[in-house]
């Protein structure tokens, strides 16, 4: 059987799954509202803005955004790079804050959707080759100093470049199937016991 036959055969069976259990369940994904929905306001005064970046900074190096958003030799986030998948090659959108080709125009409730929820700006499902699995429990306040850092980045014009995925797998709304079986929404829960051992390791240092 052909590599082609087998890729519409898995994907009529993830739709017909995703059917069955709309159909069992009555809901099409597992949306969790999103929580803190208030409306983030950068900060006017000029000390804790730079605090609010400086964090943001440290939060997207500990997430590597840059590895993934950034061609070597290219303009930081930039995106292009490319990610060969089994399903076809995805390249790495632009995240500077350019208006037009990057995500000037998102706020940063649609930047804390697409890294708790993985959904676009238009509400696309995005691949999984973004960790937002991961990045689902990042916090809406780091989210909002990591958006911040990144706003503060200069903006690059640089169109995306279109992902080369094959057929069924260039049908985002696919991504359903793989939702409903493995992703999740999470939020990340401080256990007093997990800040007790950290803090007393930094006492005895
Ligand atoms: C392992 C590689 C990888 C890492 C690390 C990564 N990304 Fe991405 N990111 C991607 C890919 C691939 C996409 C495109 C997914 C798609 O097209 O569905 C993406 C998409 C996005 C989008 C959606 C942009 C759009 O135009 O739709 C945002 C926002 C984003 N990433 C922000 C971040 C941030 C912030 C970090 C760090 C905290 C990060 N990414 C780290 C690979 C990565």
């Known amino acids: 059987m052909s590599r082609r036959i087998l890729f519409i055969i898995l994907a009529v069976l ?3 799954g995703g059917a069955v259990t709309v159909a069992l369940f009555g809901r099409f994904d597992r949306q969790a509202p999103l929580a803190n929905r208030q409306a983030f306001v950068m900060p006017s005064d000029p000390a804790r803005r730079a605090e609010l970046i400086r964090r ?25 790079l490319a990610m060969p998948t089994p399903f076809g090659t ?3 959108p632009n995240i500077t804050p350019d208006d037009e080709t990057g995500i000037g125009a998102w706020s940063a409730e649609d930047f804390y959707r697409a890294m708790h ?3 676009g700006k238009d509400g696309r499902l995005l ?5 937002f699995p991961s990045y689902t429990r990042v916090a809406r306040a780091d989210s909002d100093a990591i958006y911040a850092y990144l706003r503060s980045q200069a903006a690059v014009h640089q169109p995306n ?17 793989w939702r409903l079986l ?22 005895s240092r």
């Open 14 to 16: 993830i739709v017909a």
């Open 56 to 80: 943001g900074e440290y939060l997207a190096r500990a997430g590597d955004c840059i590895a993934c958003h950034t061609t070597r030799g290219g303009q930081p986030f930039a995106g292009g």
């Open 90 to 92: 995805l390249y790495t």
């Open 117 to 119: 929820a993985g959904r």
């Open 127 to 131: 691949y999984p080759a973004f960790p």
């Open 161 to 177: 470049r279109p992902n080369e995925m094959q057929f069924p797998f260039s049908f985002r709304p696919l991504l359903i199937g």
């Open 182 to 203: 493995f992703f999740f929404q999470r939020r990340i829960q401080a256990r007093p016991s997990a800040i007790r051992a950290v803090e007393s390791r930094r006492l």
